[in-house]
Nanobody, 128 residues
Framework: QVQLVESGGGLVQPGGSLRLSCVASGFTVDYKVIAWFRQAPGKEREGVSCFSSSDQNTYYSDSVKGRFTISMDNAIDTVYLQMNSLKPEDTSVYYC?????????????????????WGQGTQVTVPS
């Protein structure tokens, strides 16, 4: 049974940091694309970052570029999202997702419909 489990969310003051973890079970993260999405209340889910195992490429949305870093530990099938300089607008439920295919067009990584598996989400709150 394929499962993605996120953890690491919480309440953090503006300017602070959090590290989210996504642990995969039922498959190996090798040769997979693992992404982080987020959804704030009343807003659509948006792509935050993505790690492509096959070519080791990373992708970031403009809103988090330079502040967030995605990484993967293949040995324990875990993907991390290090979030620094957090802002109130980063407040969201963060989800990890896995895609078993290959990107065939630009910015495909941020299209949520391509992802095969999703975690249950972890809440990140940055008060204003």
């Amino acid at each position: 049974q394929v499962q993605l489990v996120e953890s690491g969310g919480g309440l953090v003051q503006p300017g602070g940091s959090l590290r989210l973890s996504c642990v995969a079970s039922g498959f190996t993260v090798d040769y997979k694309v693992i992404a982080w999405f987020r959804q704030a209340p009343g807003k659509e889910r948006e792509g935050v970052s993505c790690f492509s195992s096959s070519d080791q490429n990373t992708y970031y949305s403009d809103s988090v570029k330079g502040r967030f870093t995605i990484s993967m530990d293949n040995a324990i099938d875990t993907v991390y999202l290090q979030m620094n300089s957090l802002k109130p607008e980063d407040t969201s439920v963060y989800y990890c997702a896995a895609f078993q295919g290959a990107f065939t067009r630009p910015n495909m990584w941020s299209v949520e419909s391509i992802y095969d598996y999703w975690g249950q989400g972890t809440q990140v709150t940055v008060p204003s």
